[in-house]
Nanobody, 125 residues
Framework: QVQLVESGGGLVQPGGSLRLSCAAS????????MGWYRQAPGKERELVAT???????NYADSVKGRFTISRDNAKKTVYLQMNSLKSEDTAVYYC???????????????????WGQGTLVTVSS
């Protein structure tokens, strides 16, 4: 099965740190731009950060200077290092790729947008 598998969420105190991971699993041969999104209770999903296949990052203003996005293309994995966490960062975090080249069970190739299942980050004392 082709999917993005997330890990690393949990409970952390304000000012603490967490690192989220998201690995592309299955018959995936290429992963284009990857990103992290989050959705807080009662709010719409918002962009947190993106990173191109070459490693070029972009960040939402709300996390700039606190979060770092990175990727390991050999492992087909994207990371989000979150420092100086605030209560406002509490949300379900989703990883994404805008285009992944995958091989189907029939032996054909397709370009697909993929989303992770979401991992909950709770920042509370």
């Amino acid at each position: 099965q082709v999917q993005l598998v997330e890990s690393g969420g949990g409970l952390v105190q304000p000012g603490g740190s967490l690192r989220l991971s998201c690995a592309a699993s299955g018959s995936i041969f290429y992963v284009n731009t990857m990103g992290w999104y989050r959705q807080a209770p009662g709010k719409e999903r918002e962009l947190v950060a993106t990173i191109t296949s070459g490693g070029g990052p972009n960040y939402a203003d709300s996390v700039k200077g606190r979060f770092t996005i990175s990727r390991d293309n050999a492992k087909k994995t994207v990371y989000l290092q979150m420092n100086s966490l605030k209560s406002e960062d509490t949300a379900v975090y989703y990883c994404n790729t805008d285009r992944a080249l995958v091989r189907t069970p029939e032996g054909t190739f397709r370009n697909l947008e993929l989303w992770g299942q979401g991992t909950l980050v709770t920042v509370s004392s």
